[in-house]
């Protein structure tokens, strides 16, 4: 299986502040043939199923603000928040499609 | 509006066998295939398998290959994951979510349920 790690696992900004979450695989999610990577994030709220925010490592879903960036290719993965709300507080996690479904850990994004 | 509606909260003993149901509604029911993921109390999230409620065919992820069973009833857009052999490590809440992709499998999931808690105590 493919092992999917996110960094930080926890992570606290100011509101207004940029947050940044990584998440790395541990072999590529790049399907060569078509150049995409098969990566999606999702943002979970307390006793909330995952929403999903980003899918093909950068395609922001329809409804998401522009505030929420994914960017990588590959092993290397990042989610951006650019500017904090208050709203944003959540865990975040990443997922693999390419070789059936593997998430990372999630990491818990705060207020400072 | 696509809806994905689970079963209430359950507690199982030890050794037992648990049904959880997703009934869908909103969209073409046979269109996409559905997923189940589950997330231990305090955990990160843990793919289990798909079912296509087309053709009924499954994928399950191999740690819970002999133990679960998706099935699905078409004529009233339900899924269904049945899980046996509980241990308290099952304790967990159960989603179901919704493939992206119409009449295939890309792998991440648009819609999902409000989740089902299954409890594995004696």
């Known amino acids: 299986d493919i092992v999917m790690t996110q960094s930080p696992d926890s992570l606290a900004v100011s509101l207004g502040e940029r947050a940044t979450i990584n998440c790395k695989s541990s072999q590529s999610v790049l399907y060569t043939s078509n150049n995409k990577s098969y990566l999606a994030w999702y943002q979970q709220k307390p006793g909330q199923p995952p929403k999903l925010l980003i899918s093909w490592a950068s395609t922001r879903e329809s409804g998401v603000p522009d505030r929420f960036s994914g960017s990588g290719s590959g092993t290397d993965f990042t989610l951006t928040i650019s500017s904090l709300q208050a709203e944003d507080v959540a865990v975040y996690y990443c997922q693999q499609y390419y070789s059936t479904q593997t998430f990372g850990q999630g990491t818990k994004l705060e207020i400072k | 509006q696509v809806q994905l509606v689970q079963s209430g909260a359950d507690v199982k003993k030890p050794g037992a066998s648990v049904k959880v149901s997703c009934k869908a509604s909103g969209y073409t029911f046979t269109g996409h295939y559905m997923h189940w993921v589950r997330q231990a109390p305090g955990q990160g999230l843990e793919w289990m398998g798909w079912?296509?409620?087309?053709?009924?065919?499954?994928n399950y992820a191999q740690k819970f290959q002999g133990r679960v069973t998706m099935t699905r009833d078409t004529s009233v857009s339900t899924a269904y994951m049945e899980l046996s052999r509980l241990t308290s490590d099952d304790t967990a809440v159960y989603y179901c979510a919704r493939d992206v992709l119409v009449y295939g499998e890309v792998g991440y999931f648009d819609y999902w349920g409000q989740g089902t808690l299954v409890t594995v105590s004696s």
């Open positions: 079912i296509d409620p087309r053709s009924g065919g499954t």
